[in-house]
C-alpha cells in the first residue's frame, strides 16, 4: 500500500483546509484509513479515522469541526478541518491499516496562524 499526502498549508485561525491521501497498490486489504498529527515536541496522535464500512472516529480535540471521508471509486480519504485553531499546527500524516501493519504517506504540514 502506498499513500500519496497533499494539501497541507498555511491558514489563519477560524479558517478550512482540507487534506487528500490516495491509497495504491492493495488496496483491497485496507482496514482503516485514518490521519494522525505529531506537532513539535508531542508524541503522535490520532486525528480522525475511518473504517472500509464508513464509521468514523474522531479525537476529542476536533470533533465538531474535522470531518473525515473517502470516495472509495478515487481510493482517496480527506479531512475537511474548518474553525482550524493555532494549536492544529502540526504534521499531518495519513495512516492506513492492514491486518497487523501500518503505512502512513509522508507528512504534510499544516500552520495555523492566530
Known amino acids: 500500500v502506498q499513500l500519496q499526502a497533499s494539501g497541507g498549508g498555511l491558514a489563519q485561525a477560524g479558517g478550512s483546509l482540507r487534506l487528500s491521501c490516495a491509497a495504491s497498490?492493495?488496496?483491497?486489504?485496507?482496514?482503516?484509513m485514518g490521519w494522525y498529527r505529531q506537532a513539535p515536541g508531542k508524541e503522535r496522535e490520532l486525528v480522525a479515522g475511518i473504517t472500509s464500512g464508513g464509521s468514523t472516529t474522531y479525537a476529542d480535540s476536533v470533533k465538531g469541526r474535522f470531518t473525515i471521508s473517502r470516495d472509495n471509486a478515487k481510493n482517496t480519504v480527506y479531512l475537511q478541518m474548518n474553525s482550524l485553531k493555532p494549536e492544529d499546527t502540526a504534521v499531518y500524516y495519513c495512516?492506513?491499516?492492514?491486518?497487523?501493519?501500518?503505512?502512513w504517506g509522508q507528512g504534510t504540514l499544516v500552520t495555523v496562524s492566530s
Open positions: 495512516n492506513a491499516a492492514v491486518a497487523d501493519m501500518d503505512y
Open positions: 497498490g492493495n488496496i483491497f486489504s485496507i482496514d482503516e
